[in-house]
């Protein structure tokens, strides 16, 4: 399988501080990680494609120092919503595509849903 | 520029059959299929890629038309587990495997 963990699934937090979510791929090399943000009934909402190594790239309309992004390993990416607000509260998801650059699906992990009080 | 699902919402009774449909005004590269259910990550179905496909596996199967830029999602004879809402991802040959999703397609198979 290809199964890919997010840590933590839950978290609540005061208005000011930050947050770090990990997206660990678990069985698989990842050199390719993705950042989406889903609002209730919506959309998945690509924020940013994280690639090992590198700089991570940002969709328009994301602010690059509010969302860091690090993909420290092949089976690590990190992001950090720093000084968060009530307006971040969100559902975020990773998710992972094996490295290899054949054509294939990207594998989820569980999300987390963040609440800034 | 993200991609049109219909029909929006569909009700359906256990054995019945329902098609989703995904069209995109972009040429793509490929297309690929999601089921999430409440509260849960997006559980990956299929993908498929440009030069017209068609995939399956079980009663889930899925075509993609290159020359309309639409793919289909056919689920037959449909099981109370099929209840979700399904997701459209379309990727751009330029993209570099970002996927743009459809707004979703709530399917709810009833006993």
């Known amino acids: 399988g290809a199964v890919v963990s997010q840590h933590p699934s839950r978290v609540i937090c005061k208005s000011g501080t930050s947050v770090k979510i990990e997206c660990r791929s678990l069985d698989f090399q990842a050199t390719t990680m993705f950042w989406y943000r889903q609002f209730p009934k919506k959309s998945l909402m690509l924020m940013a494609t994280s690639n090992e190594g590198s700089k991570a790239t940002y969709e328009q309309g994301v602010e690059k120092d509010k969302f860091l992004i690090n993909h420290a390993s092949l089976t690590l990416s990190t992001l950090t919503v720093t000084s968060a607000h009530p307006e971040d509260s969100s559902f975020y998801i990773c998710?992972?595509?094996?490295?290899?650059?054949?054509?294939?699906?990207?594998?989820f992990g569980p999300g987390t849903r963040l609440t800034v009080l | 520029q993200q991609p049109v699902q219909s029909p929006q919402a569909v009700i359906l009774r256990e054995g019945e059959d329902a098609v989703i449909n995904c069209s995109s005004s972009k040429a793509l590269y490929s297309v690929h299929w999601y089921r999430q259910k409440h509260g849960e990550a997006p559980v990956f179905l299929m993908i498929l890629l440009k030069g017209g496909e068609q995939k399956g596996h079980d009663k889930i199967s899925a075509s993609f038309n290159e020359k309309k830029q639409q793919s289909s999602l056919y689920l037959t004879a449909s099981q109370l587990s099929y209840s979700g809402t399904y997701f459209c991802?379309?990727?751009?040959?330029?993209?570099?495997?970002?996927?743009?999703f459809g707004e979703g397609t709530q399917l709810t198979v009833n006993p």
């Open positions: 998710s992972a595509k094996r490295a290899g650059g054949l054509a294939g699906g990207q594998f």
């Open positions: 991802g379309t990727e751009k040959e330029t993209s570099g495997s970002r996927l743009t």
